[in-house]
């Protein structure tokens, strides 16, 4: 069974960075898409970053193309990917969460949440302005 794992939220003020960590297990196919999505209060969960792990292949929501980037680690027994996020705002507050599917879908599926099997409880982060 797949089972992902997020680290590395927490606090910082407008203009910082911060570094987040997927770690998937139980992998069995070739190429996983591992997907980065955000939940503020109040508001619908929505697809920020998103990575196929065998090609590279990255894709971003506008509203962070440019501040962050997805990359993966594959070459140990767990997958790693990570999220680095900088020139944050206080917009990109919420709850962070990996999740991991091993289709391949179109490109205007990459960031539905719909899309993704395997979840992780997801980590905080909080930009203070």
């Known amino acids: 069974q797949v089972q992902v794992v997020e680290s590395g939220g927490g606090s910082v003020q407008a203009g910082g960075s911060l570094r987040l960590s997927c770690a998937a297990s139980g992998i069995t196919y070739t190429t996983y898409r591992i997907g980065w999505f955000r939940q503020a209060p109040g508001k619908e969960r929505e697809g920020v970053a998103a990575i196929y792990t065998a090609s590279g292949t990255t894709y971003y929501a506008d509203s962070v193309k440019d501040r962050f980037a997805i990359s993966r680690d594959n070459t140990k027994n767990t997958l790693y990917v990570y999220l680095q996020m900088d020139s944050l705002k206080p917009e990109d507050t919420g709850i962070y969460f990996c999740?991991?599917?091993?289709?391949?879908?179109?490109?205007?599926?990459?960031?539905?949440?719909?899309?993704?099997?395997?979840w992780g409880q997801g980590t905080q982060v909080t930009v203070s302005s």
């Open positions: 999740a991991a599917d091993p289709r391949i879908v179109p490109i205007k599926s990459v960031l539905l949440s719909s899309e993704y099997k395997f």
